[in-house]
């Protein structure tokens, strides 16, 4: 793979990790209810789920998910729940501190396991990446070139989210955002619920 044909791939990667949904919420939740550490574990494990949805594209098995209707529906159905799982919980959480244990507290194990769900959760990031990654991947490709596709998916995707906890976790944003959790949890509990809604009219 040549260089510029490498960094419009990590320039497609890059803006896909950016875009706000419920991956940023979720980091931005366990990054509140646990500080750096959980913070940085959801994000590094949804880098994981969203390698393994890369690797599925680029070894050619995106497509025959997505052109099996009832597999892709109890997928779609399956992560719908999920995200709205996860909204009902961040607006239960109501007030409670980061540090306070009825609250939004969070664990490294909580965290890797929603890292995960929530990447696999979204069916959409395979339309994503089956979009986008097949003008990258060719008929003559070698397996080293798309280990490179994968490796910077799931890169590109593991630093932002470790950037964004670890910035949200600095000692002079966490008190400032632990002091605004509830209205925190409730953005983050609509806008979870808003995407489950929009997956499953959609």
């Given at each position: 793979m040549s260089l510029s044909l490498w960094l419009s791939l990590a320039a497609v990667c890059a803006m896909g990790a950016m875009s706000p949904g419920p991956s940023l919420a979720m980091v931005l939740r366990h990054t509140l209810g646990g500080g750096r550490v959980p913070g940085v574990v959801a994000g590094v494990c949804h880098a994981a789920g969203v390698g393994f949805y890369a690797a599925l594209t680029v070894w050619g098995l995106g497509a025959v998910i997505v052109h099996q209707p009832l597999l892709f529906k109890a997928i779609t159905w399956g992560g719908a729940a999920y995200l709205a799982w996860?909204?009902?919980?961040?607006?239960?959480?109501?007030?409670?501190?980061?540090?306070?244990?009825?609250?939004?507290?969070?664990?490294?194990?909580?965290?890797?396991?929603?890292?995960?769900?929530?990447?696999?959760?979204?069916?959409?990031?395979?339309?994503?990446?089956?979009?986008?990654?097949?003008?990258?991947?060719?008929?003559?490709?070698?397996?080293?070139?798309?280990?490179?596709?994968?490796?910077t998916a799931s890169l590109i995707d593991a630093g932002w989210y470790v950037l964004v906890a670890l910035a949200l976790s600095h000692s002079a944003v966490l008190p400032w955002l632990q002091a605004r959790a509830h209205w925190i949890n409730r953005a983050t509990g609509v806008l979870l619920l808003g995407l489950a809604l929009r997956i499953v009219i959609g």
């Amino acid at each position: 793979m040549s260089l510029s044909l490498w960094l419009s791939l990590a320039a497609v990667c890059a803006m896909g990790a950016m875009s706000p949904g419920p991956s940023l919420a979720m980091v931005l939740r366990h990054t509140l209810g646990g500080g750096r550490v959980p913070g940085v574990v959801a994000g590094v494990c949804h880098a994981a789920g969203v390698g393994f949805y890369a690797a599925l594209t680029v070894w050619g098995l995106g497509a025959v998910i997505v052109h099996q209707p009832l597999l892709f529906k109890a997928i779609t159905w399956g992560g719908a729940a999920y995200l709205a799982w996860l909204g009902v919980k961040a607006l239960r959480a109501g007030r409670g501190g980061a540090l306070e244990t009825g609250g939004m507290a969070s664990r490294p194990g909580m965290a890797a396991r929603d890292g995960v769900l929530v990447a696999l959760a979204n069916p959409k990031l395979i339309l994503f990446f089956v979009a986008l990654l097949s003008q990258f991947v060719s008929a003559d490709m070698g397996a080293g070139a798309k280990t490179v596709i994968v490796a910077t998916a799931s890169l590109i995707d593991a630093g932002w989210y470790v950037l964004v906890a670890l910035a949200l976790s600095h000692s002079a944003v966490l008190p400032w955002l632990q002091a605004r959790a509830h209205w925190i949890n409730r953005a983050t509990g609509v806008l979870l619920l808003g995407l489950a809604l929009r997956i499953v009219i959609g």
